[in-house]
T-cell receptor, first 113, second 111 residues
Framework: DARVTQTPRDKVTEMGQEVTMRCQPI?????VFWYRQTMMQGLELLAY????????DSGMPKDRFSAEMPDATLATLKIQPSEPRDSAVYFC???????????FGQGTRLTVV | GENVEQHPSTLSVQEGDSAVIKCTYS??????FPWYKQELGKRPQLIID?????GEKKDQRIAVTLNKTAKHFSLHITETQPEDSAVYFC??????????FGAGTTVTVRA
């Protein structure tokens, strides 16, 4: 049963530190999404890629967040410097262009103290 | 951009009754509408989806309807069971593949 894999599962860090979250999409999927989930804002789209090219990162605070896909098997989301308001669960999802179905990873629970 | 509104935000039903969640979307170009179920502490999981060339789709106790003219779609769960208790999200997407989510509905099935 193919799944999207995210690491780490949990991360506690101090304000000002750099945080890197990683995502391994399902093999063969060419669309990758990064979402942030909080109680107040629900599922916010931060960025998404198609065939490794960024299509939209308008949901991301550009001054501190960056998203990349170094290759087809790895997507990264980096926060530098981190702030307490970044505390949330960050989900990666992948899908195929044809089927349109998107599947979520287990998420990374980030706590910035 | 696409704006998806979802109602109600919470829904409590007696076991065995039906539950209905409604969503509206703003972008007439949207043509793909998935529904996700998220249990506490877990990932959102795709439970059913519908494309704009279809008006209704059913999978066992779950059905989704789409009204393109009115730009709204709904999730129907029949014969609800305690394991149906979760947060349900609707979403919409057009040919740009961008998936925009509603705010979620917390469904509680009372035994």
């Amino acid at each position: 049963d193919a799944r999207v894999t995210q690491t780490p599962r949990d991360k506690v860090t101090e304000m000002g530190q750099e945080v890197t979250m990683r995502c391994q999409p399902i093999l063969g999927h060419n669309t990758v999404f990064w979402y942030r989930q909080t109680m107040m804002q629900g599922l916010e789209l931060l960025a998404y890629f198609r065939n490794r090219a960024p299509l939209d990162d308008s949901g991301m605070p550009k001054d501190r967040f960056s998203a990349e896909m170094p290759d087809a098997t790895l997507a990264t989301l980096k926060i530098q410097p981190s702030e307490p308001r970044d505390s949330a669960v960050y989900f990666c999802a992948s899908g195929t262009g044809t089927a349109r179905k998107a599947f979520f990873g287990q998420g990374t629970r980030l706590t910035v103290v | 951009g696409e704006n998806v509104e979802q109602h109600p935000s919470t829904l409590s039903v007696q076991e065995g009754d039906s539950a209905v969640i409604k969503c509206t979307y703003s972008d007439s170009a949207s043509n793909y509408f998935p529904w996700y179920k998220q249990e506490l502490g877990k990932r959102p999981q795709l439970i059913i989806d519908i494309r704009s060339n279809v008006g209704e789709k059913k999978d066992q106790r779950i059905a989704v309807t789409l009204n393109k003219t009115a730009k709204h779609f709904s999730l129907h769960i029949t014969e609800t069971q305690p394991e149906d208790s979760a947060v349900y999200f609707c979403a919409a997407s057009s040919n740009d593949y961008k998936l925009s989510f509603g705010a979620g509905t917390t469904v509680t099935v009372r035994a």
